[in-house]
Nanobody, 123 residues
Framework: QVQLVESGGGLVQAGGSLRLSCAAS????????MGWFRQAPGKEREFVSA????????YYADSVKGRFIISRDNGMKTVYLQMNSLNPEDTAVYYC????????????????WGQGTQVTVAS
């Protein structure tokens, strides 16, 4: 069992940056692949980024590639999402998720989810 708690969301001006954190509880965090997803009002939840259990491989949606960076610290049981050059289209609730499959872009790949953190980018 893994519990996930996101933090670091907030209101930022376009062009600004935020760093999201996802703190995990449970002894098996390091064995899970981790993903970040987001959901804007009236839209489906969409993939943002993922990182494999050891941090060796990372994946990004085309919309965030070159602007967002995912990382993890297994000793701290935390995964991060550094978000740069934010624009209003990035406004959404951001969720982290943990799973052991390798279909990183799919929500079905992830067994455990956090409650989400709101990111709002003002123009």
């Amino acid at each position: 069992q893994v519990q996930l708690v996101e933090s670091g969301g907030g209101l930022v001006q376009a062009g600004g940056s935020l760093r999201l954190s996802c703190a995990a509880s449970g002894r098996t965090f390091s064995s899970y692949n981790m993903g970040w997803f987001r959901q804007a009002p009236g839209k489906e939840r969409e993939f943002v980024s993922a990182i494999t259990w050891g941090g060796r491989s990372t994946y990004y949606a085309d919309s965030v590639k070159g602007r967002f960076i995912i990382s993890r610290d297994n000793g701290m049981k935390t995964v991060y999402l550094q978000m740069n050059s934010l624009n209003p289209e990035d406004t959404a609730v951001y969720y982290c998720a943990a799973g052991r499959g390798d279909t990183y872009l799919n929500t079905e790949n992830y067994k455990f989810w956090g409650q989400g953190t709101q990111v709002t980018v003002a123009s």
